[in-house]
């Protein structure tokens, strides 16, 4: 038998912090609990049927299954484009300025190794979706968190960020609409960021994962939309939430050529790009499906109704989410957030996500994913109602 040690790397990365909600929600379910998840952040609504029929009929084709090119099809990048003019009114050369990914995990997974020497920091939002603070790790760069303050509405102070840190910054994350904490951000504050990127020469990576996920006729902007923004960075979207598409592994970047260059050489030597017949089927979905996202967004609003108004009626302090599906749940003094969640499961059956798991300014709070449906949301407020102390 072989030694096995594994890489300085792999083991610097922090522990699973929500493996510890998995293992009590194992033992739980083994105890016949009938167990309301509202941990996931994964669409329980199924993919647009003709999305389904686009794939169907794709795969069909011996053309689509050969190896896919680095930079997508022709046609993807030219969707994309479009969708992206429709939406946000801004031009992208589908050449140059728009990359297919495997979902916008692997494009925030892999941009840092473009980009990032050993010890250059990066910028990284607390709380915080887990993948920036990895990435970076992987790539042998450093953290620097920023804290998301309730009191700033969940946006990064720039101004606390020390000029020393500033300096050595390579890259930041942001995302807006944020996960975990549901937050938006303004077309100002896109411009704020963007003169702090010019003048500390960072590049910025907006992960727009949630732009159409967005409630009482509230829009989101696109980063791209504030002048000098393809000057300094990329925006990340994924077709994951937009059209319940998660398991499809499809998502883009958009935005600055060159920092574009440099993800599909990293791209390049490491995956061998998308399924064309799943390519086709985002053509589908980017072209066509713009009703069928309404009305999935309509049935998230329904659900945050329904959990908002309930849980106020219990006397609870809520943020009520203008995107996103999730709710950003402050909780009662006395608790942790990992005992809260871990009283909700065991009193009630109900799994949230502790927002420490976030990052340590997640402290304080439970994130509850929208993802199921009205009754089980109805069923998940009469328990606590009933159960909780
Ligand atoms: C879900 C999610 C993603 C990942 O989306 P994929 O395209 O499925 O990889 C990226 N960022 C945030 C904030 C997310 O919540």
Redesign the pocket.
Known sequence: MVKLKQSNRLSNLPPYLFAKIDEMKRRVMEEGVDIIDLGI?DPDLPTPGHIIQRLYQAAQDPVNHRYASYNGLAKLREAISKWYERRFQVKLNPESEVLP?I????G?GHAPLAFINEGDIVLVPDPG?P?YRAATLLAGGEPYFMPLRRENGFLPELNAISHEVARKAKMMFL?YPN?PTTATASKEFFQEVVRFAQKFNIIICH?A??SEVTFDGYRAPSFLEVEGAKEVGIE?H????TYNM?GW???FAVGNQEVLAALLRVKTNLDSGIFQAIQYAGIEALTVSVDETRKTVKIYQERRDTLVKSLKELGWQLIRPKATFYVWIPIPTGYTSMEFASTLLQKAGIVTTPGVGFGEHGEGFIRVALTVPEERIKEAVERIRTKMP
Request: charged content about 20%.
């Open positions: 952040g990914l979902g916008s995990k692997e925030i979706y993948v995302n996960n992960d994962a949630y990340f994924s077709l994951s939430k998660t592994r499809i998502g």
